[in-house]
């Protein structure tokens, strides 16, 4: 009888999965996917282990569905059809890039913890691609999880305190401003003697410029661990300078104002797995990975931060811990509209949480909280 190439094909893929399956260790889809939950409990936030939990949930569904209940089965094409599923028929409409992006990285994450024990084959996790999004693409960006940021300024804090890079992290991190906003920051714009320390953001072309014009100039308070670092980096490590237009930048170098290429770069180098001390990953060495090739390489790395994302989970941590959306707004340059649809990551049950946190806290003054005001 003859044989196709088609059924050739699979009969080879399918001698090729029974060869690694035989150094795999079976296990059952659902135990996997508890393991990977407990290994990641203690890291990231319950809410952030509830949304890993469900998507997982979702995968192991439709792998069940189409036959598969051993981890050691799992190959791309079976993931490839779970992305395809998902994106065209799990949803009323159509997943958005971002939201594919966001099932992607929790489905690779749930895949490269699975090869590390033997569950699934280690060449599966380097098989899944990130979709990259194009500039201004009407999406969410990923929020970065409060351990990694901590992890992130441990590091900077320990072996590069008070430098530049530093400065452009701590100013982001704590201001939750535009990239653009820090770039355009003077040596007179920090006041740091006042009662309460504040940064004044001002609109100022040619030089430097904000998003908003004119309607995003502010003076904004800053807490006393930022103003350590600034005290700091001014009396010892800022190049003094003055620009063509006569102005003393906060941020130098030795030609000038530092530029806001550089300064994405510090966010990108710094955010990287490798430069945390951790595995890479993508499997790669400091000599085989091309995002560590050079400083602008290091936007490459699928695992890295942008400036944006960091001022995305500012905002919605200060959600989060119940600051007033207008005092957000406002601190932040941004309408309440684009807030809403592009920053409040919060899900339904931490908004109710919320919701009677505050109430309770006006009812201590009132002394009643009904159970139905929340």
């Not at 804090?157 to 653009?180: F, K, M, P, Q, S």
């Not at 770069?265 to 945390?276: A, D, G, I, N």
Request: aromatic share 6%.
């Amino acid at each position: 009888m003859e044989i196709d190439k088609k059924e050739l094909q699979e009969l080879v893929e399918d001698q090729i999965v029974a060869g690694q399956q035989a150094t795999l260790d079976p296990m059952m889809i659902d135990e996997g996917i508890q393991r990977y939950l407990n290994s990641r409990s203690g890291s990231i936030r319950p809410t952030t282990v509830n949304e890993y939990e469900n998507e997982l949930l979702l995968l192991q569904q439709h792998l069940e569905k189409n036959g598969i209940q051993n981890l050691n089965e799992v190959r791309n094409r079976d993931l490839d059809d779970y992305f395809i599923w998902r994106k065209e028929d799990s949803h009323d409409t159509r997943l958005s890039t971002n939201t594919m992006r966001d099932v992607r990285y929790i489905v690779r994450g749930f895949v490269r913890y699975a090869a590390t024990i033997d569950a699934i084959d280690s060449d599966v996790p380097g098989n899944i691609t990130i979709p990259k999004l194009a500039d201004g693409e009407d999406v969410h960006d990923i929020e970065i999880d409060a351990e990694r940021l901590r992890q992130i300024f441990d590091q900077i804090e320990n072996r590069a305190y008070a430098t530049r890079e530093h400065v452009v992290w701590a100013l982001l991190d704590e201001t939750g401003r535009r990239l653009g906003c820090i770039h355009s920051l003077d040596y007179g714009d920090v006041h740091l003697d006042a009662e309460h320390p504040f940064l004044e953001f001002r609109h100022d072309p040619p030089e430097t410029s904000l998003k908003n014009g004119d309607k995003g100039e502010m003076k904004v308070n800053i807490p006393e661990s930022l103003c350590t670092v600034l005290d700091t980096y001014l009396k010892y490590n800022r190049k003094e300078c003055t620009t063509e237009n006569g102005r003393s930048p906060l941020l130098t170098t030795s030609y000038g104002r530092l530029s806001k290429s550089t300064m994405r770069k510090y966010v990108y180098k710094w955010s990287r797995p490798c430069f945390l001390n951790e595995e890479c990953p993508e499997g790669h060495d400091s000599e085989g990975c091309g995002a560590s090739a050079s400083p602008d390489k290091y936007s490459k790395c699928p695992d890295s931060h942008s400036p944006h994302d960091i001022r995305h989970t500012y905002i919605t941590e200060r959600l989060r811990d119940g600051v007033p959306v207008e005092a957000i707004t406002e601190r932040c340059d941004v309408t309440k509209e684009i807030l809403d649809k592009h920053y409040d990551e919060r899900t339904s049950e931490e908004k109710r949480n919320l919701r009677r946190r505050v109430l309770e806290e006006v009812g201590a003054n009132r002394g009643s909280f009904s159970q139905a005001d929340a």
